[in-house]
């Protein structure tokens, strides 16, 4: 099949995800986001590189999803609502049509899915591996944009979701055999796996990060080495209690299974839930919130005077391999 040049690929591929007014239909080299009284704009980055973030043969659109929602999740730990992003596409040499098919259908799913359109980009040829660079813009309300040097001795710690499933889906996708060992069933395997390819932004519970969070951040690089980062910033320790984290099914039965498990759930890195810091005389009013949203939060310790992050275990001491994960 013929590939496009760049002119014609951009107005085939890309300009049909271009909703927003301002992105004008993707003819101009900038686009413009209309004002928001009371808000101030959050912008983050986030690259995914095949061999690094993703396999190289993972479905194009599985690949897009995650590039987007990685970024998506880094707006809602500030609590803010998506304005648009911009997406930066290096291909290399040999891209197909097909390929290139499939990752716009997977942004155009996560559009329909969060309402967020694109405002621009570039596209580039690489001698390299396949890069998606995202940068995501949204807006929060103006002085409550929870950082992580907010954090203090005796706020609770609270994450959403499960953490684990996308640290131990990247293991079954090495090690297939891992499968058998943890006696996962058919569905929990398949639940692990897509943890791993395709994150859930928490952007529902945004409002009530905003309301209530004295510091947030995503979990990307696993929970103790993150919990790390923001205990660090706030100048403070953390002590979490493992009996309170929570795991779904799928990773409970594996750490049922094979106790060492839990570290890698602990700090393998890509769930892309929340860590949210609140004051004790919030928590109520929060987890409130926070099932009237239909997210899942759990208190999993607090932070604590001192500094670095304890993992509390009423079984023997709970051996952790690493930190959590860091590319360099």
């Not at 640290?167 to 499968?179: H, V, Y």
């Not at 923001?230 to 799928?250: F, H, K, N, T």
């Amino acid at each position: 099949m013929r590939r496009p040049g760049e002119q014609e690929l951009i107005a085939r591929f890309f300009r049909p995800l271009a909703t927003a007014p301002g992105a004008a239909m993707l003819s101009d080299d900038a686009a413009t986001i209309p004002p928001a009284d009371g808000a101030e704009m959050v912008v983050t980055v986030d690259a995914v590189v095949a061999g690094v973030h993703f396999f190289p043969d993972d479905p194009p659109d599985a690949i897009a999803r995650k590039a987007l929602r990685v970024n998506l999740s880094d707006l809602a730990a500030k609590g803010a609502r998506p304005a648009g992003y911009l997406v930066t596409l290096a291909l290399p040499d040999d891209w197909e049509v097909d390929w290139l098919e499939g990752f716009v259908e997977g942004l155009s799913a996560t559009r329909r899915s969060f309402s967020v359109s694109l405002l621009g980009g570039d596209t580039v040829r690489t001698t390299g591996p396949l890069m998606v660079s995202i940068t995501a813009l949204g807006h929060a309300q103006e002085g409550r944009v929870p950082r992580r040097h907010g954090g203090a001795p005796g706020q609770r710690l609270y994450v959403t979701g499960t953490i684990g499933d996308a640290a131990l889906g990247l293991a079954l996708r090495q090690d297939p055999r891992l499968a058998l060992k943890w006696d996962l069933r058919r569905a929990e395997r398949e639940w692990l796996l897509d943890r791993y390819l395709i994150p859930e932004p928490r952007l529902a519970l945004s409002s009530v990060v905003a309301a209530y969070a004295a510091a947030s951040m995503d979990l990307s690089d696993g929970l103790v080495g993150d919990l790390a980062k923001l205990a660090g910033a706030s100048q403070c320790g953390a002590l979490v209690e493992a009996a309170r984290i929570p795991l779904s099914p799928a990773a409970g039965r594996a750490a049922l299974v094979d106790p060492t498990t839990l570290s890698t759930a602990l700090t393998g890195g890509d769930d892309y839930e929340l860590l949210i810091a609140i004051d004790p005389d919030d928590v109520d009013a929060f987890e409130a919130e926070a099932a009237d949203c239909g997210v899942a939060v759990t208190d999993v310790g607090a932070l604590v005077e001192g500094e670095g992050v304890e993992v509390e275990s009423k079984g023997p001491p709970l051996a952790l391999d690493r930190p959590g994960y860091a590319h360099f």
